[in-house]
């Protein structure tokens, strides 16, 4: 998934963001045409001024830490907006090797982005360029491929692939000792913006009537009310999908019932109708149609 040439040389975050997106030092460095040395350097570098870890080292591989899924999630629509202003200005035109996907932040941080290695590892000549948003897709305005979308699915214009499940399970750290849905009363609810309306959803299919839905703290994306449930802030309504990582090292707790299942209500990959697909994207659909498979 190469970007040669399009960016300024080599630095700390443009360092981390090719890690971040290939959860490889040594992909990253064939991206950006230097030694694996040089990127450990500038991920380093970059560690130590930002004073927090950005990797862990796991299953023979690397993973973001809350902290680096965060700060990725911000740089990764910052530098698409960099290669595009790049190409403007060069005159440059997109390979038709090139497959440009957009995706709400928290689905392309925790759900996207740690899979993509395995398809660069079976399409190592498809350049995959992620940006993030979570405004509707308007494949007639934005210069995209495809993308990924939360919805129904039923969207005039586009064709779809259902990717996961919709489970809606409030979650929190171990340390807040959750364990009856009378708890929610006193805690503080944590929403994303994205989805206002989980809690409520939640709350009526629990049975619970004395907890106001809409109290609480409210971030932008879910990325950022799942990282405040795990610095212990108050209790999110989380995707079960999208925090099973979270879930198995007990980094987060979902201990009340029920999980609501919103059906078809969940996230679709989606792309135009009205054309044929690249050759691309077909490969790319056929990943991803093996991966819910899986």
């Not at 960016?7 to 064939?30: C, H, Q, V, Y």
């Not at 959803?201 to 950022?224: C, H, I």
Request: proline share 6%.
């Amino acid at each position: 998934m190469a970007h040669r040439d399009l960016l300024p040389p080599l630095n700390p975050a443009r360092a981390f963001e090719a890690t971040g997106r290939l959860l490889s030092i040594t992909k990253a460095a064939d991206e950006l045409c230097v030694t694996p040395a040089a990127v450990s350097r500038q991920v380093r570098a970059l560690e130590q001024f930002l004073g927090t870890a950005l990797f862990v080292r796991a299953r023979g591989g690397l993973e973001l830490t809350p902290a680096g899924a965060r700060y990725l999630s911000d740089l990764i629509p910052l530098f698409a907006t960099l290669r595009a202003a790049t190409l403007a200005v060069t005159g440059r035109h997109t390979a038709s090797n090139t497959l440009r996907i957009r995706s709400p932040a928290t689905f392309a941080v925790r759900w996207l982005i740690p899979r993509l290695a395995g398809f660069h590892q079976q399409h190592k000549h498809i350049d995959v360029q992620v940006t993030t948003s979570f405004l509707p897709l308007d494949f007639q305005r934005e210069d995209i491929d495809a993308g990924i979308q939360l919805g129904d699915g039923q969207w005039p214009g586009m064709r779809t692939l259902q990717l996961m499940r919709n489970e809606l399970v409030p979650v929190a750290a171990p340390t807040l000792r959750l364990r009856f849905k009378k708890q929610l009363a006193s805690q503080t609810l944590l929403h994303s913006m994205a989805r206002s309306d989980d809690w409520m959803l939640w709350l009526r299919a629990a049975g619970v009537r004395d907890v106001n839905p809409a109290q609480g703290m409210k971030y932008e994306t879910s990325l950022l009310a799942y990282q405040a449930a795990i610095e212990g802030h108050g209790v999110a309504i989380a995707q079960k999908a999208l925090i099973e990582k979270e879930l198995a090292d007990h980094t987060l707790v979902a201990p009340l019932s029920p999980t609501l299942d919103r059906g078809g209500y969940t996230y679709y990959f989606a792309w135009p109708s009205g054309k044929p697909p690249s050759a691309a994207l077909r490969a790319f659909h056929d990943w991803l149609a093996g991966m819910v498979e899986a």
